[in-house]
């Protein structure tokens, strides 16, 4: 059975940090692209960063450029994400993805990925 699995969230105070993981099991997720998303109460999912197969390119939204990166150690078929600067707004589900490839407009269509995880819950307080 495959499975993606969400780890590391949390609750945290605005301007810290937490890194989340996403590790795959079940086969090998090492030439899948792999892609964050978060859902907040109400809204819908949306398109955080996405990381290609070997790492070598990635993507973010806007709202999280230059304080969320993504990394990836495919020996331990795992993704991070890691947060700095957190803020309230940051507060969501979030979720990881694994799709066969990406560009940088598929990577923001959660239809493009074939694979999904169960998401983790980050609280970002005032």
């Known amino acids: 059975q495959v499975q993606l699995v969400e780890s590391g969230g949390g609750l945290v105070q605005a301007g810290g940090s937490l890194r989340l993981s996403c590790a795959a099991s079940g086969r090998t997720f090492s030439t899948y692209a792999r892609g964050w998303f978060r859902q907040a109460p109400g809204k819908e999912r949306e398109f955080v960063a996405a990381i290609s197969w070997g790492g070598g390119v990635t993507y973010y939204a806007d709202s999280v450029k230059g304080r969320f990166t993504s990394s990836r150690d495919n020996a331990k078929n795992t993704v991070y994400l890691k947060m700095n600067s957190l803020k309230p707004e940051d507060t969501a589900v979030y979720y990881c993805?694994?799709?066969?490839?990406?560009?940088?407009?598929?990577?923001?269509?959660?239809?493009?990925?074939?694979?999904w995880g169960q998401g983790t819950q980050v609280t970002v307080s005032s």
């Open positions: 993805a694994a799709a066969r490839q990406i560009t940088r407009t598929t990577s923001r269509i959660p239809e493009e990925y074939e694979y």
